[in-house]
């Protein structure tokens, strides 16, 4: 059974605040709106750009905060962008878009987080594909596990149980974040993929999962009416939205629901949740170090060294392994190493009052 | 025999471009306008507050570049401040300083770098009154010499010869910042001095000397003349500044001079040549940071961390013995015993056509 391209839709999640990649990234600027996709595209729109290869344009639907409607319609001409009236987590956004998706006549959605790096799209336009042609034939929520690469704690996993098709399993358990013994553990056993926080499902597997496991937010999201194109639908979301829980997808709908399957992804991925996890895929001078926009780098080896301003350069001399950036609303210098830990510095500048 | 207070004058030379802040420190803020001197003072406030011990402020001169005199004027209202037609070095600027002098009937100077960071302030007034007595009484080429307090390479040396006074020698030598070996013989042998960079001397003395010497700038500074105030005076250096030698006044005078002594200093100095001299006399935190203005440092030993912008904060986490420094026109992260390569980032810096 085929999935017709009229049929399928694509929920764009753009309404992250990373904060993981400060001062780069800051409130009106989120780590999606960052030039991090490789030749100075943002990741929101290297992810337009592999939505597009599944669904028509004015079939995809990018949901983000409101405050950054302006800047990511400016990323993405001609996609219907909404803007929550406040942030409610994932299965709030995902119900929502389901709404609408349902309005429009897709049977179908894959849901796509605006913040991910995918390098391989033909491998990622096939998984997908495949992942529409299962969710077209079966009441099931498919998500895409990783094969792991690598000892990671800074991702979820997936524990694969009974294999029902080509690289298709039904799902053990979803796991946590866990400590580096743990992931030790799961990748020694070769049970566990990463969740990529990527989806496929039909619309209505996905209203009737979310009414069955959280009620509260499946029946207002169902309940949904409205007049005209997006101002129509935030206007319908103004008195709703509040009200409901703040909780992810995975939790509200995937650790609960029994139709869950994993699809093991062919293409490549990574949430990109550090400086340090950028520039693994970076191209590097001859000492390794990754330099970007106004930067000089002397006698320096694996360091990251970012300014994007052409007045005032980011410079580093003798070090090795760190980062240093400088942007116009503060220089953050770290050993990259401890480039996960961005947020510790974000606290520490917001209690000063600064930012 | 005294010196009438009346008598005398102090030369201020506050033309230096010192690079070795940057990026804090830049052509229209040079080291001597930065806050260096403890309690939010610039250096060249702080000189001024010394020269005032000894001199009335309408005997006091300072000379700059062109472009600095409005900022040097801001910060020492009501002294004559003249602006150099062109960087001519200091045996040009003590040269015309002392014909301005002459002309307003001074009888003896005092010549202090603006970028030096003298903390003894009563030490160092009553040295200078000595010095001043004894040139008043000989006509000898008065310096400073400083106790070496470690073995330095970032400081010129002063050989002491015979002892004519309390503290006072004549010199049997100066020597040029040496290599670590060499400075290691000079302190152990307790002959030598840290050479300050400070003078006293008659006018009359300086410029009998400067015209023996180096008549090629004694005799067009000597025949200077003009009408007025430090207009006048500017107006008078123009045609003459642009032709004149371009060399120190240790060069050109102290080291080819028979009648020159040293004086022991009993007052502190640093020529601050570096972060890390800077950060060896500031106030640190209970982990020996040196923070200032908007800095955030998590996890750091001995760092030196500096914002002066109150909506940039400048972060570094996890970090020992490094500087990090965030301004609007760039951002520097280096070790601290690195810092007094700084000008190896600058020359890096202007090659890419950024400042």
């Known amino acids: ?90 299965a709030a956004a995902v119900g929502a878009a389901a709404a609408w998706f349902r309005a429009r006549g897709a049977r179908s959605f894959a849901v796509l987080p605006a913040d991910h790096l995918i390098e391989r799209l033909p491998a990622f336009t096939a998984d997908l594909e495949t992942a529409f042609a299962v969710a077209a034939r079966e009441p099931v929520l498919l998500t895409f596990g990783v094969p792991v690469a690598a000892v990671e704690t800074n991702f979820g996993y997936v524990q694969r149980a009974e294999k029902v098709g080509e690289r298709l399993y039904r799902v053990a358990s979803f796991k946590e974040k866990p400590d580096h013994a743990t992931a030790e553990r799961y990748v020694a056993s070769g049970e566990y993929l990463w ?16 009414e069955t496991n959280r009620p509260g937010l499946g029946r207002p999201l169902r309940a949904l009416s409205w007049e005209g194109g997006e101002a129509g639908f935030e206007r319908a979301l103004e008195p709703v939205f509040p009200a409901l829980e703040s909780i992810s997808v995975d939790y509200a709908v995937l650790e609960r629901a029994s139709n869950v399957l994993v699809l093991e992804a062919s293409f490549d991925w990574d949430d990109l949740g550090s400086w340090s996890a950028w520039a693994r895929r970076q191209p590097k001078d001859a000492h390794g170090n990754v330099l970007f926009g106004e930067a000089v780098a002397l006698d320096c080896e694996r360091c990251v060294v970012v300014s994007e301003d052409r007045e005032a350069p980011a410079a580093a001399m003798g070090l090795r392994d760190m980062v240093v950036v400088h942007t116009r609303r503060g220089t953050l210098a770290c050993r990259l190493e401890d480039s996960d830990q961005v947020r510790r510095v974000t606290e520490a500048v917001r209690a000063r009052g600064a930012r």
Chains 1, 2 share one sequence.
């Open 1 to 90: 059974m085929t999935s017709p391209r009229a049929d399928r839709s694509v929920l764009i999640l753009a309404g992250g605040r990373g904060e993981r990649f400060w001062p780069w990234s800051r409130p009106e600027r989120p780590k999606q709106l960052l030039p991090l996709a490789g030749g100075g595209r943002t990741l929101l729109a290297a992810t337009l750009e592999r939505a597009l290869t599944l669904a028509d344009r004015e079939r995809i639907l990018i949901l983000t905060a409101r405050d950054l409607v302006g800047a990511v319609r400016a990323e993405c001409p001609g996609v219907p962008v909404v803007g929550e009236p406040v942030a409610r987590n994932t």
């Open 195 to 210: 969740n990529s926080g990527m989806f496929v499902w039909g619309v209505t597997t996905f209203l009737d999962a979310l």
